[in-house]
Protein backbone atom coordinates (compact mmCIF):
# COMPACT_ATOMS: atom_id res chain seq x y z
CA UNK A 1 0.00 0.00 0.00
CA UNK A 2 1.47 3.52 -0.43
CA UNK A 3 1.59 6.31 1.73
CA UNK A 4 -1.56 8.61 0.50
CA UNK A 5 -3.58 4.83 0.74
CA UNK A 6 -2.39 4.39 4.42
CA UNK A 7 -3.22 8.02 5.78
CA UNK A 8 -6.39 8.18 3.14
CA UNK A 9 -7.99 5.35 5.39
CA UNK A 10 -7.08 6.72 9.07
CA UNK A 11 -4.06 6.21 10.58
CA UNK A 12 -3.56 5.75 14.74
CA UNK A 13 -3.45 8.66 16.75
CA UNK A 14 -1.19 7.07 19.86
CA UNK A 15 1.11 4.23 18.52
CA UNK A 16 3.85 2.36 20.97
CA UNK A 17 6.52 0.57 20.53
CA UNK A 18 8.60 -1.88 22.60
CA UNK A 19 12.43 -1.87 20.59
CA UNK A 20 13.15 -5.56 21.47
CA UNK A 21 16.11 -7.56 20.16
CA UNK A 22 18.70 -5.97 19.79
CA UNK A 23 21.06 -8.28 22.08
CA UNK A 24 19.61 -11.06 20.20
CA UNK A 25 20.76 -8.79 16.51
CA UNK A 26 24.16 -8.44 17.66
CA UNK A 27 24.91 -11.67 18.94
CA UNK A 28 23.68 -13.21 15.75
CA UNK A 29 26.40 -11.31 13.93
CA UNK A 30 29.15 -12.43 16.46
CA UNK A 31 29.13 -8.90 17.80
CA UNK A 32 28.31 -7.06 21.55
CA UNK A 33 25.01 -6.12 22.69
CA UNK A 34 25.95 -3.09 22.60
CA UNK A 35 26.79 -2.77 18.45
CA UNK A 36 22.92 -4.02 19.12
CA UNK A 37 21.82 -1.20 20.74
CA UNK A 38 23.95 1.00 18.25
CA UNK A 39 22.05 -0.47 15.43
CA UNK A 40 18.71 -0.07 17.30
CA UNK A 41 18.82 3.84 17.19
CA UNK A 42 19.08 3.71 13.78
CA UNK A 43 15.79 1.48 13.15
CA UNK A 44 14.37 4.04 15.74
CA UNK A 45 15.34 7.40 13.71
CA UNK A 46 14.10 5.17 10.72
CA UNK A 47 10.81 4.62 12.20
CA UNK A 48 10.19 7.92 13.68
CA UNK A 49 10.26 9.88 10.85
CA UNK A 50 8.21 7.13 8.63
CA UNK A 51 5.38 7.86 11.39
CA UNK A 52 5.89 11.61 11.34
CA UNK A 53 5.17 10.75 7.26
CA UNK A 54 2.21 9.20 8.17
CA UNK A 55 0.85 12.15 9.74
CA UNK A 56 0.80 9.57 13.54
CA UNK A 57 0.58 11.99 16.45
CA UNK A 58 1.94 10.61 18.89
CA UNK A 59 4.82 7.84 18.82
CA UNK A 60 6.14 6.36 21.81
CA UNK A 61 9.22 4.15 22.23
CA UNK A 62 10.20 2.02 25.07
CA UNK A 63 14.07 2.93 25.21
CA UNK A 64 14.85 2.19 28.98
CA UNK A 65 12.84 0.05 31.57
CA UNK A 66 12.67 0.57 35.51
CA UNK A 67 14.02 -3.16 35.32
CA UNK A 68 16.90 -2.62 32.74
CA UNK A 69 19.04 -1.42 35.34
CA UNK A 70 19.36 -5.34 36.28
CA UNK A 71 22.00 -5.58 33.50
CA UNK A 72 25.14 -5.47 33.92
CA UNK A 73 26.95 -1.90 33.86
CA UNK A 74 28.59 -1.86 30.83
CA UNK A 75 25.44 -2.05 28.92
CA UNK A 76 23.55 0.16 31.17
CA UNK A 77 26.37 3.00 30.81
CA UNK A 78 26.08 2.60 26.86
CA UNK A 79 22.64 2.92 26.55
CA UNK A 80 22.34 6.19 28.98
CA UNK A 81 25.64 7.41 26.52
CA UNK A 82 23.57 6.44 23.64
CA UNK A 83 20.35 8.44 24.74
CA UNK A 84 22.53 11.31 25.97
CA UNK A 85 24.62 11.49 22.63
CA UNK A 86 21.59 11.29 20.42
CA UNK A 87 19.69 13.86 21.91
CA UNK A 88 22.74 16.27 22.23
CA UNK A 89 23.41 15.77 18.05
CA UNK A 90 20.06 15.44 16.42
CA UNK A 91 18.60 18.94 16.82
CA UNK A 92 18.48 19.11 13.25
CA UNK A 93 16.75 15.42 12.56
CA UNK A 94 13.75 16.32 15.14
CA UNK A 95 13.56 19.96 13.05
CA UNK A 96 13.51 18.58 9.50
CA UNK A 97 10.79 16.38 10.63
CA UNK A 98 8.94 18.67 12.67
CA UNK A 99 9.10 16.49 15.81
CA UNK A 100 8.59 17.38 19.51
CA UNK A 101 10.25 14.95 21.93
CA UNK A 102 8.87 14.25 24.87
CA UNK A 103 9.44 12.19 28.20
CA UNK A 104 7.49 9.54 30.31
CA UNK A 105 9.55 7.70 33.31
CA UNK A 106 11.36 8.75 36.57
CA UNK A 107 13.17 11.18 35.19
CA UNK A 108 14.95 11.73 38.71
CA UNK A 109 16.24 8.26 38.93
CA UNK A 110 18.93 9.16 35.35
CA UNK A 111 21.92 10.36 35.63
CA UNK A 112 21.96 14.09 35.99
CA UNK A 113 23.68 14.30 32.23
CA UNK A 114 20.84 12.09 31.03
CA UNK A 115 18.32 14.75 32.80
CA UNK A 116 19.43 17.86 31.94
CA UNK A 117 20.02 16.63 27.66
CA UNK A 118 15.89 15.70 27.47
CA UNK A 119 15.23 18.49 29.41
CA UNK A 120 16.95 20.38 26.71
CA UNK A 121 15.38 18.10 24.13
CA UNK A 122 11.94 19.02 24.88
CA UNK A 123 12.60 22.89 25.37
CA UNK A 124 14.37 23.12 21.91
CA UNK A 125 11.46 20.87 19.98
CA UNK A 126 8.41 22.07 22.26
CA UNK A 127 7.18 24.50 19.25
CA UNK A 128 7.95 21.54 16.72
CA UNK A 129 3.70 20.74 15.43
CA UNK A 130 4.31 17.50 13.80
CA UNK A 131 4.41 14.49 15.60
CA UNK A 132 5.23 14.09 19.31
CA UNK A 133 7.76 11.02 20.20
CA UNK A 134 7.52 9.95 23.80
CA UNK A 135 10.60 9.23 24.37
CA UNK A 136 10.00 5.86 27.92
CA UNK A 137 13.43 6.06 29.62
CA UNK A 138 13.58 4.28 32.96
CA UNK A 139 10.08 3.88 32.59
CA UNK A 140 7.80 1.42 34.39
CA UNK A 141 4.27 1.59 34.33
CA UNK A 142 3.75 0.38 38.14
CA UNK A 143 6.24 3.40 38.81
CA UNK A 144 4.10 6.01 36.66
CA UNK A 145 1.30 5.08 38.06
CA UNK A 146 2.50 5.02 41.83
CA UNK A 147 3.73 8.23 41.42
CA UNK A 148 0.43 9.83 39.73
CA UNK A 149 -1.33 8.58 42.87
CA UNK A 150 0.83 10.27 45.20
CA UNK A 151 0.10 12.89 43.33
CA UNK A 152 -3.63 12.49 44.01
CA UNK A 153 -3.08 12.02 47.29
CA UNK A 154 -0.39 14.84 47.55
CA UNK A 155 -3.02 17.29 46.21
CA UNK A 156 -5.67 16.77 49.24
CA UNK A 157 -7.87 14.83 46.42
CA UNK A 158 -11.21 13.56 48.39
CA UNK A 159 -12.13 9.61 47.21
CA UNK A 160 -15.16 10.51 45.61
CA UNK A 161 -13.40 12.71 43.57
CA UNK A 162 -11.11 9.98 42.09
CA UNK A 163 -12.21 8.90 38.45
CA UNK A 164 -10.19 7.39 35.43
CA UNK A 165 -9.97 10.84 33.93
CA UNK A 166 -8.48 11.95 37.55
CA UNK A 167 -6.21 9.30 36.96
CA UNK A 168 -5.12 9.57 33.27
CA UNK A 169 -4.20 12.93 34.23
CA UNK A 170 -1.83 12.10 37.37
CA UNK A 171 0.43 10.51 34.65
CA UNK A 172 3.85 11.93 33.42
CA UNK A 173 1.86 13.57 30.31
CA UNK A 174 -1.58 14.47 31.20
CA UNK A 175 -2.38 14.83 27.51
CA UNK A 176 -0.97 11.93 25.98
CA UNK A 177 -4.12 9.72 24.28
CA UNK A 178 -4.33 6.31 24.89
CA UNK A 179 -2.43 3.39 23.15
CA UNK A 180 -4.08 2.82 19.47
CA UNK A 181 -1.51 0.57 18.56
CA UNK A 182 1.24 -1.31 20.43
CA UNK A 183 3.46 -2.72 18.55
CA UNK A 184 6.55 -5.40 19.91
CA UNK A 185 9.78 -6.39 17.86
CA UNK A 186 11.78 -9.25 18.72
CA UNK A 187 9.30 -12.41 19.47
CA UNK A 188 7.94 -11.55 22.70
CA UNK A 189 4.42 -11.43 23.40
CA UNK A 190 4.26 -9.43 26.88
CA UNK A 191 4.25 -5.81 27.88
CA UNK A 192 7.25 -5.70 30.15
CA UNK A 193 5.82 -2.71 32.64
CA UNK A 194 5.05 -0.64 29.28
CA UNK A 195 1.95 1.71 29.02
CA UNK A 196 -0.77 -0.63 31.33
CA UNK A 197 -3.01 2.25 31.92
CA UNK A 198 -2.90 3.34 28.35
CA UNK A 199 -3.04 0.20 26.83
CA UNK A 200 -6.53 -0.50 28.33
CA UNK A 201 -7.90 -0.87 24.21
CA UNK A 202 -4.56 -0.77 22.43
CA UNK A 203 -4.61 -3.46 19.41
CA UNK A 204 -1.56 -5.40 19.54
CA UNK A 205 1.45 -6.34 16.33
CA UNK A 206 3.91 -8.82 17.53
CA UNK A 207 6.74 -9.46 15.26
CA UNK A 208 9.46 -11.59 15.46
CA UNK A 209 11.44 -9.18 13.39
CA UNK A 210 14.43 -7.85 15.73
CA UNK A 211 14.66 -4.25 16.35
CA UNK A 212 17.44 -3.33 14.45
CA UNK A 213 15.70 -4.65 11.28
CA UNK A 214 12.32 -3.32 11.42
CA UNK A 215 11.99 -0.45 8.91
CA UNK A 216 9.46 1.61 7.20
CA UNK A 217 7.88 -1.04 4.69
CA UNK A 218 7.35 -3.37 8.05
CA UNK A 219 5.95 -0.46 9.85
CA UNK A 220 3.12 0.55 7.44
CA UNK A 221 2.48 -3.10 6.86
CA UNK A 222 1.35 -2.96 10.78
CA UNK A 223 -0.39 0.26 10.56
CA UNK A 224 -1.98 -1.46 7.31
CA UNK A 225 -3.09 -4.42 9.71
CA UNK A 226 -4.34 -1.81 12.52
CA UNK A 227 -6.66 -0.61 10.09
CA UNK A 228 -8.17 -4.32 9.29
CA UNK A 229 -8.70 -4.43 13.26
CA UNK A 230 -12.21 -4.27 14.51
CA UNK A 231 -12.24 -1.97 17.27
CA UNK A 232 -15.56 -2.55 19.48
CA UNK A 233 -14.33 -1.24 22.68
CA UNK A 234 -17.30 -3.37 24.59
CA UNK A 235 -19.72 -2.71 22.34
CA UNK A 236 -22.02 -4.58 19.99
CA UNK A 237 -21.60 -2.33 16.40
CA UNK A 238 -24.71 -1.40 14.49
CA UNK A 239 -27.40 -2.09 17.29
C1 LIG B 1 15.84 -3.97 23.54
O1 LIG B 1 16.71 -4.94 23.11
C2 LIG B 1 16.55 -2.71 23.94
C3 LIG B 1 16.52 -2.42 25.39
C4 LIG B 1 15.91 -3.13 26.29
C5 LIG B 1 17.22 -1.24 25.83
P1 LIG B 1 17.33 -5.99 24.13
O2 LIG B 1 18.61 -5.43 24.65
O3 LIG B 1 16.35 -6.37 25.16
O4 LIG B 1 17.63 -7.20 23.16
P2 LIG B 1 17.40 -8.74 23.44
O5 LIG B 1 15.98 -8.92 23.88
O6 LIG B 1 18.36 -9.13 24.51
O7 LIG B 1 17.68 -9.41 22.12
C1 LIG C 1 11.54 -4.20 27.22
O1 LIG C 1 12.45 -5.11 26.73
C2 LIG C 1 12.22 -2.88 27.52
C3 LIG C 1 12.65 -2.12 26.36
C4 LIG C 1 12.49 -2.45 25.09
C5 LIG C 1 13.29 -0.85 26.67
P1 LIG C 1 13.21 -6.14 27.70
O2 LIG C 1 14.10 -6.95 26.83
O3 LIG C 1 13.84 -5.42 28.83
O4 LIG C 1 11.99 -7.01 28.26
P2 LIG C 1 11.96 -8.46 28.92
O5 LIG C 1 13.04 -8.49 29.96
O6 LIG C 1 12.27 -9.45 27.82
O7 LIG C 1 10.58 -8.61 29.44
MG1 LIG D 1 14.92 -7.80 25.25
Not at 46 to 60: D, M, P, Q
Not at 107 to 130: C, M, Q, R, W
Request: some cysteine; charged content about 25%; aromatic content about 10%.
Amino acid sequence: MTTEEIIARGVPEHVAIIMDGNGRWAKKRGLPRTAGHKEGLTSAKKIVAAAAKLGIKYVTLYTFSTENWKRAQEEVGYLMGLIKGHLRAEFEFYKKNGIRVEHIGNIDGLPEDVKSEIINAKKDTEHFTGTTCVLAINYGSRDEIVRGVKKIIASGTGADSVTEDLISQSLDIPSLPPVDLMIRTGGEERLSNFLLWQCAYAEFIFTDTLWPDYNEEEFFDDVAKYQQRNRRFGAVPNQ
